[in-house]
């Protein structure tokens, strides 16, 4: 079958490091992506892995391990503003399947 | 300019009235899409067009019918609205059928009461 999972939710305070798995099962698989959605807002696209290891942009880097059907988004120096949920994705046929969204709450 | 503007932001019904929801992208893009977002956020696809060609009807209910009558345009019309139908609605773009980047509308939060 195909799934994603990812926790539901997180608490991180400012200043720390917080890190955000996703397990994938799928027959069929391209790459991760990450998304990223504050209350009332839209979804927003936040990085993409095709291949194994570590894509970095910013604060925010995302990792991949195709072997282990595993990727993780991983936020540095967190600040109040990233305070939002996180879906990571993956391609189905002509569609991109979304995990549950991982709410993370950041605090003074 | 928004890259993908949908409209209404808020719609507020009775059970069983008919409604629609517009959505444009200036992004150029080929491919647009209408997603639901549940009350537990799940993101979940309804319909996908390519080059106005529908291409994913996700087993929704044939009282939702989209309507593509140019790329750059995607409406999706509901008959006979029903409680279940209360979520919001995304509409969204990409370059290509393939393409992990999809690119948002802001929602329309439609309450069916």
């Known amino acids: 079958g195909q799934s994603l999972e990812q926790p539901s939710e997180v608490t991180a305070v400012e200043g720390a490091i917080v890190q955000i798995n996703c397990t994938y099962q799928?027959?069929?698989?391209?790459?991760l992506s990450w998304y990223q959605q504050h209350d009332g807002g839209a979804p927003t696209f936040l990085s993409y892995?095709?291949?194994?290891g570590l894509e970095e942009t910013g604060r925010f880097s995302s990792f991949l391990s195709r072997s282990d059907s595993y990727g993780y988004l991983l936020l540095q120096e967190l600040q109040m503003k990233d305070s939002a949920s996180y879906f990571c994705?993956?391609?189905?046929?002509?569609?991109?399947?979304f995990g549950a969204g991982t709410r993370l709450a950041v605090h003074p | 300019d928004t890259a993908v503007s949908q409209t209404p932001k808020y719609l507020v019904t009775q059970m069983g009235n008919d409604k629609s929801i517009k959505c444009e992208q200036n992004?150029?893009?080929?491919?647009m899409y209408w997603y639901k977002q549940d009350s537990k956020k799940f993101l979940k696809i309804m319909f996908s067009?390519?080059?106005?060609?529908?291409?994913i009807n996700e087993t929704v209910p044939n009282r939702f019918s989209p309507k593509s009558p140019d790329k750059a345009h995607l409406n999706l019309h509901i008959n006979s609205l029903e409680l279940g139908d209360s979520a919001v609605y995304f509409c969204?773009?990409?370059?290509?059928?393939?393409?992990?980047?999809?690119?948002f509308g802001s929602g329309t939060q439609l309450s069916v009461l």
């Open positions: 969204a773009s990409s370059q290509g059928i393939a393409n992990e980047k999809l690119f």
């Open positions: 799928t027959s069929g698989f391209y790459g």
């Open positions: 892995n095709a291949l194994d």
């Open positions: 994705a993956y391609r189905g046929y002509n569609k991109l399947i």
């Open positions: 992004l150029g893009h080929d491919t």
């Open positions: 067009y390519n080059n106005k060609e529908l291409i």
